[in-house]
């Protein structure tokens, strides 16, 4: 019996040697495989002006644009872009795109230059906002609007027409831009300004989805930032109390930032932040803690400037997991990149088209209206609700658009995650839209007749610039894109 008592305590020493064994492996592959990532990342922040000379730079910027321009100046029929970072556009199951012969532009995203004197960065339009804000934040500086997901790139946000807490100051991102460089499929390059002569294709790459030729890289404007930002929160009854507070604040713009969280009819949050230089505390929403949910019973909060902008990757209201256990196993892993990535990657099991995502821009003056058919019509909370200065009047919307439209800010009322049950949430929100003078963005389904889409976007703005960018249409017409493909008919 000792013999067999010694054996088996062999064999169970052995066992959990060899599980301990198993566990530095493993533990070893994760340390390396987090430190490739650790280095690919450090080197999409590394400015490349601060390692080469100009000449260099440009040199190296120059022959990727050479390589996409060959592709497409050969490429003949529909073609769409593989990208370093995933799209953010909703993932739809029946999408023609995902059909498509891919132009890889995976390489473009490094930071090219960051001018701290004239508070310029010019980066690829692949970077990632997360590695611009790391990169400009060494000089005290971001850019002007960022939009919350760390992965949305600087050429997704011209393309798709990101706002954020700061929109009510500067308007979108592409209003604080200075300057892009444009591949056509028929592979010319094209530098665009708000004032040369390409000063068309400039306006109407804004909101353009890709459909008008590929961003080689832009030019951006910065302003100074520090260290953290203190939010404080405002509480509100009534929409009429809410929104004359978004209004004072607006005409004020004595605070850096500014965005709100409706959780309810009774229930309005305004959070409006601003930079500080030092914190009694800081707070991180990137695990177990949900950004949202904090607003409703918070009356102030601290976090860094970093983790201020990005409060919302892990979900802005529809965070997953919900589970308070699952969130704590898994939750730092599922960020925006992530279940994107899934999504997209598991279309059939994951893309799903009856939950309603998508932003309305309406009139500041309309809001009290829209928000009263909401309420009777849908009743979804929480909504997420960013001011939006009118900066200019866009060219890639239709002039009739602006023929009633006499206010000067904006409201983008997001709702996310609400179910339709057996209704079509969208094509409502469309209708309600057009009878109120707004508008809303096309990152998710679009049920709109090719009439009525013309009758919202510029036609013949946007075929000026399709003939001079696209003229054979391998990037897709932007109703194709947008709503015939999306919908698996196009």
């Known amino acids: ?18 599980m301990k064994g198993k566990l530095l492996a493993a533990a070893a592959a994760g340390l390396v495989v987090r430190e490739i990532f650790r280095r690919r990342r450090a080197s999409r922040r590394t400015v490349l002006s601060d390692r080469h000379t100009q000449g260099d730079v440009e040199d190296i910027h120059a022959a990727k644009v050479r390589r996409i321009a060959d592709q497409l100046r050969v490429h003949e029929g529909t073609i769409s872009l593989h990208k370093h970072h995933v799209g953010h556009q909703v993932p739809k199951a ?5 059909l498509d012969v891919k132009l890889d532009v995976s390489d473009l995203t490094q930071i090219l230059d960051v001018d701290p004197v004239h508070r310029i960065c010019v980066a690829e339009s692949g970077c990632a906002f997360d590695d611009v804000v790391a990169a400009t934040l060494r000089y005290g500086l971001i850019p002007l609007v960022v939009p919350e997901l760390r992965t949305i790139t600087v050429g997704g946000a011209v393309s798709g027409c990101s706002i954020e807490s700061m929109s009510f100051k500067y308007g979108g991102f592409h209003d604080t831009c200075l300057a ?9 390059v094209l530098h665009c300004t708000p004032d040369n002569a390409n000063k068309l294709v400039f306006q109407m790459m804004h909101g353009s989805f890709g459909t008008l030729g590929v961003l080689g890289k832009l030019a951006f404007r910065l302003v100074p930032a520090k260290p953290c930002v203190h939010v404080v929160y405002h509480h509100y009854t009534t929409d009429a109390d809410f929104l004359a507070a978004v209004r004072r604040h607006f005409e004020a713009r004595e605070v850096d930032f500014m965005d709100a969280m409706i959780h309810g009819p009774n229930h309005f949050v305004l959070c409006c932040g601003m930079f500080v230089d030092r914190a009694p505390y800081t707070n991180a929403y990137d695990w177990t803690q949900v950004y949202y949910r904090s607003t409703e019973t918070r009356h102030e909060d601290y976090l860094t400037t970093s983790d201020y902008l990005f409060r919302y990757d892990h979900g802005v209201t529809n965070v997953h997991p919900k589970n ?9 892993l599922m960020d925006s990149h992530t279940t994107l990535w899934l999504a997209n990657k598991f279309p059939q099991v994951l893309a799903d088209d009856q939950t309603v995502t998508l932003d309305t821009f309406l009139p500041f003056s309309r809001a009290s209206e829209f928000l009263a058919w909401h309420d009777a019509e849908l009743g ?3 909504l997420w609700c960013v001011p939006y200065k009118r900066v200019r009047d866009y060219e890639w919307l239709d002039d009739s658009f602006y023929d009633r439209l006499d206010d000067d800010l904006f409201l983008d009322l997001a709702i996310y995650g609400m179910p339709q049950h057996g209704r079509n949430v969208y094509r409502m929100i469309e209708d309600k839209l057009r009878e109120l003078g707004g508008v809303k963005t096309l990152i998710a389904h679009n049920y709109y007749s090719e009439r009525e889409f013309w009758a919202i976007w510029n036609k013949p703005n946007y075929d000026a610039v399709k003939a001079i960018t696209d003229p054979d249409n391998k990037l897709r017409d932007l109703y194709d894109k947008t709503c015939r493909a999306a919908m698996g008919v196009g």
């Open 1 to 18: 019996m000792i013999v067999a008592l010694t054996r088996d305590l062999a064999r169970c020493v052995l066992d959990v040697d060899v």
């Open 94 to 98: 029946g999408d023609k795109r995902r």
């Open 180 to 188: 892009y460089e444009v591949i056509t499929s028929t592979g010319d």
């Open 324 to 332: 308070p256990l699952a969130r704590l196993l898994f939750g730092k």
């Open 380 to 382: 979804h909370y929480p």
